[in-house]
Nanobody, 126 residues
Framework: QVQLVESGGGQVQPGGSLRLSCAAS????????IGWFRQAPGKEHEGVAV??????YIADSVKDRFSISRGNDKNTIYLQMNVLKPDDTGIYYC?????????????????????WGQGTQVTVSS
């Protein structure tokens, strides 16, 4: 089992940056794939980024602006967001799934992930 807590959200002007953190407890994330999802008002959940043991995957909608990485403690996953736009506004969630249940084809599907955090609000506005 793993528990996830997101932090780092807030309000930022267009063009600014934020760094979100996903902290895990209960066990390490070595055997898990971690995904970041977001939900804007009136829209469905959207997969943003995924990290596995060896690879990272960034959604086309945020490619070249967002990146995902693992912290030195190996129990924290970061989502670095640069050149933020108003359309990036939403609640950002991190999610985890045992590596054995993860597949590249379904990497951006909500149903792939078993454990979810409570989310952190990101607001991009002038």
């Amino acid at each position: 089992q793993v528990q996830l807590v997101e932090s780092g959200g807030g309000q930022v002007q267009p063009g600014g940056s934020l760094r979100l953190s996903c902290a895990a407890s209960g066990r390490t994330l070595d055997d898990y794939a971690i995904g970041w999802f977001r939900q804007a008002p009136g829209k469905e959940h959207e997969g943003v980024a995924v990290i596995t043991d060896f690879n990272t995957y960034i959604a086309d909608s945020v490619k070249d602006r967002f990146s995902i990485s693992r912290g030195n403690d190996k129990n924290t996953i970061y989502l670095q967001m640069n050149v933020l736009k108003p359309d990036d506004t939403g609640i950002y969630y991190c999610a985890a799934v045992p590596r054995s249940n993860w597949s590249w084809l379904r990497r951006f599907f909500r149903a792939t992930y078993s454990y979810w955090g409570q989310g952190t609000q990101v607001t991009v506005s002038s």
